[in-house]
Each structure stands twice: as C-alpha cells, then as structure tokens.
C-alpha cells in the first residue's frame, strides 16, 4: 500500500483542533473505580452507602456515557460526581463501517487528544453457531515493539491507557449493540499497543469485564494478546487461569523474530514457547499462536517446518494471518495458496491450526492504521529510509539461515 492509499477521513477533521495534545483530564474515569472505593467517596459526603452500586448500574448495566444519564442519583450527587470523575473517558469516537454492515471500526479521541482504535465485528449465527460479537480492544496509545508490519508499531509509543479509557471502548461498543438489542459476547485485546506492557491496568479491566456485579463476560471469552513479553507471561501464569493468551510469535527462527518483534530480541523463541507452554500448563487452556504471515519473508517451507518442530506435542493452536497492507512497508500479504500450504505443514504435524480471514481491511481494520492516518504523512525521506531498513534488517536475518530456493525474490541478494 502507498502512501498515498491510506484511507482519507474527512470526518475525522472535526477532531483536528485537539492536536497538538492537551494535558490530560485528572479526573479518574468511573468505570475503572471500585465499588469499594466509591462506597467510601459517597460516605464521605454523607450520601448512603447504595449510592455507590446505583452509580455502578449506571456505569456497566445502562452505560452511562454522561453525567445526565445518572438518572437515579439525586441532581446534587450527579454534579459532585461531574466533578470528582468522568462518566466516559473517550472524548469524541468516529465509527466506519465496513464488511455490509459488519464490521465497526472505532476511533476514540482521548482527554489528552491521543488517539486509540476499537473493531467491533458481528458474526451472525450460522447453523451450528450462535450469533458473537467480538470487540478488538487497544491497552496503550502507540505501542514501543515497533513491529515493521504493524501501523501501530511505526506510530510509536504514546502512553499507557488508564483502566477506565480500556473498559470504556467496551463500553462504547456495547452501547452500539443494545441499540440494535444485541450483546457483546467476546473481547480481545488485539487492538493498538501491547497489553503485557500495561499488564496491571490490563488485568484491572479483565476483573471489571470478568465480575458478574460489573460487564459479567465470562473469563473464557476474553483473549489476551501479547507480542511475547516472558515477564508478563509468566506473571500471568502465576495469576492462574485469568483469560485465553494468544502469544504473536510471526517466526519460529530467532533471526527473523527479531527483526519482525524488534523490542523482544531480548527473550529468544525459546524461552517465548517455553513460557508460553507452562501457561497453558498450569491453566489448562491451550495457548493460541498467532502468525501474521508476509509475502517471502516469514511464509516459506522452512519457516512452516520450523514452527512445526517448535511446537510439535504442545497444547497449542495457531491461527494464520495474512498480513493487511499497511502504509510504509516493502511488505505485503502472502498469497492465498501459500497460507494453506503453511497450514498444511502444521496440520500434518499435528498443529491445530486456522487461517484468519481478515476483516475490514478497505478500513484499515488492522488496528492502528486509522490513528497513524490522522498522525498524519511522514515526511518522504524518513519513510524511504524506514523502508530501505526493514529490507536491509530483514536480509541480514534471511541470508545463509535458508536454502537458495527459500529466499524470497528482491530480499538477502
Ligand atoms: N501487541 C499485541 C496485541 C496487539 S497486535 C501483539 O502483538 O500481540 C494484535 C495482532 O495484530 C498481532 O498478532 C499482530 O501481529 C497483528 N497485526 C498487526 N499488524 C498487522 C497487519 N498489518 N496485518 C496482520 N496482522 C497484524
Ligand atoms: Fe505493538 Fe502488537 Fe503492533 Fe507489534 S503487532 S507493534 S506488539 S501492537
């Protein structure tokens, strides 16, 4: 995809006055208090205790997106509440519509004008398969991996995201639902940033989504994605079961890995799959690997039989993705033929595995592609020289680790 490609959002404008950033509202976001702590804050200005779980309902069983809709709260309490907190966190949320009809990207401007991305996508119901809806969720504003595929990783890290600016795209998008009666039945973490990251405001938002008292959404239909931080993983692991982990491992051979995961050189395949696999043994759930596959750089044979080996006898399942163009790579998606063929190496290993067919992708829907388009364009020489670097860092790790007949055509010569 060129530059000039990049989806035009000529309704977004409006949100323009809001850059450069503006300091940040101090006021915590109510969805990410507890009911503990609101209890003690309505005390303390003589209200009853229940007021606290009336501004709870308000928040998680109508979605309250304003003080106005706090509709059970006395209007004195309603304007101490303005005053103490925010009722919603995203400030401005720009939807485009995709897929006829299925597919909802979101972009949310914050109180600071850092932007962040949510993707509903509604399955309908299939003979055999309820209806879900799925929301793709962000934990940070930019994210430091600086994956070269990712539009999120050529942004940059921004900042963390508060727990209340996580829950409130659930929210948000939850609130698009009932209004056409329906529910959200699954929340991803696969949206802009990387959730290990911001692990402790990422597992505060899964207890809120998980408490039947809050969002109510079973621990089974949450997914977290990491791009393979062993810390984090292994903090999860000693949490016990919280929610599925899906590890983006992209390579089984740590040359390339390092070049597709830049900021996770640090912590080899091995020890990734390593941690990885004491998860999913002391939870019992298997991990899911994902691998966003490119064009002649990580699709090859070699690369398949080598993640075979990697992962042969794991309680484990890999999902296929073909990579969505993005703005600023020398990449592309591998062809259709070439994924199956990649499956196929797995599947004979004896490797669940499934392609993703991507969603949304006229929109942008990988996430991060919308906010790196109101970013705005780099200027020409820092993208040729980005370019000309994935391909000089991507040959130095393709060159000698494979057969002549593996390289891919115009990377390693
Ligand atoms: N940082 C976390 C979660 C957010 S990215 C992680 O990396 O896992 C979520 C998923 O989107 C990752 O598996 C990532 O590899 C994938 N992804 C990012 N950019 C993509 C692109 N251009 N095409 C296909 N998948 C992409
Ligand atoms: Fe960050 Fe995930 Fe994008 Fe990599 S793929 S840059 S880890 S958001």
Redesign the pocket.
């Known amino acids: 995809m060129t530059s000039s490609s990049r989806p035009s959002l000529p309704l977004l404008d409006a949100m323009r006055p809001a850059r450069p950033k503006a300091p940040r509202d101090p006021r915590p976001g109510l969805s990410g208090v507890a009911q503990s702590e609101l209890e003690r804050w309505v005390e303390g200005l003589g209200e009853p205790r229940y007021r606290a779980r009336q501004l709870l309902d308000a928040v998680w069983r109508n979605r309250a997106a304003s003080a106005g809709d706090l509709r059970t709260l006395p209007a004195a309490l309603r304007e101490m509440v303005e005053q103490q907190y925010r009722v919603d966190t995203l400030a401005a949320t720009e939807l485009q519509v995709s897929d006829g009809g299925l597919t909802e990207k979101a972009l949310h401007r914050l109180s600071d004008g850092a932007l962040i991305e949510s993707v509903l996508m509604r399955y309908p119901a299939r003979p055999g398969q309820r209806e879900r809806h799925t929301l793709?969720i962000?934990?940070?504003a930019g994210?430091a991996?600086g994956?070269p595929?990712?539009?999120?990783?050529e942004l940059g890290f921004e900042r963390d995201l508060e727990t209340a600016e996580i829950l409130d795209q659930v929210r948000e998008a939850a609130r698009r639902l009932a209004a056409d009666g329906k529910r959200l039945t699954n929340v991803?973490?696969?949206?802009?940033?990387?959730?290990?990251l911001n692990l402790d405001r990422v597992l505060s938002s899964v207890e809120a989504l998980a408490d039947p008292q809050r969002f109510g959404l079973g621990a089974r239909h949450i997914t977290?994605?990491?791009?393979?931080v062993v810390p984090g993983i292994r903090r999860l692991t000693a949490l016990g079961p919280q929610f599925t982990l899906?590890?983006?491992l992209?390579a089984a051979r740590d040359p390339l890995r390092d070049v597709l995961?830049p900021l996770n050189r640090r912590w080899p395949v091995a020890e990734v799959v390593d941690a990885a696999r004491e998860h999913a043994a002391a939870t019992g759930r298997r991990v899911s690997y994902?691998?966003?596959l490119?064009s002649g750089v990580n699709d090859t044979d070699v690369d398949a039989r080598a993640l075979a080996e990697l992962l042969r006898g794991d309680l484990a399942h890999v999902?296929l993705?073909?990579?969505?163009?993005?703005a600023h790579?020398p990449w592309e998606?591998s062809p259709m033929d070439r994924i199956e063929r990649f499956a196929d190496v797995l599947l004979d290993a004896g490797i669940a595995t499934t392609i993703r067919r991507?969603r949304g992708q006229e929109i942008g829907a990988?996430?991060?592609?919308l906010a790196a388009a109101r970013a705005g364009e780099p200027a020409a020489p820092a993208v040729a020289r980005r370019r000309e670097r994935i391909v000089a860092e991507s040959a130095v790790a393709l060159r000698g680790e494979r057969s002549h007949a593996d390289a891919p055509a115009g990377v390693g010569e």
Do not use: K, R, W, Y
């Open positions: 793709c962000s934990s940070q994210c991996v994956c595929f990712c539009a999120t990783g991803v973490f696969m949206g802009m940033g990387e959730p290990l977290v994605s990491t791009s393979g899906a590890v983006s992209h995961v994902e691998v966003t490119i999902n993705i073909p990579m969505n163009p993005v790579t998606a991507n990988a996430c991060g592609q």
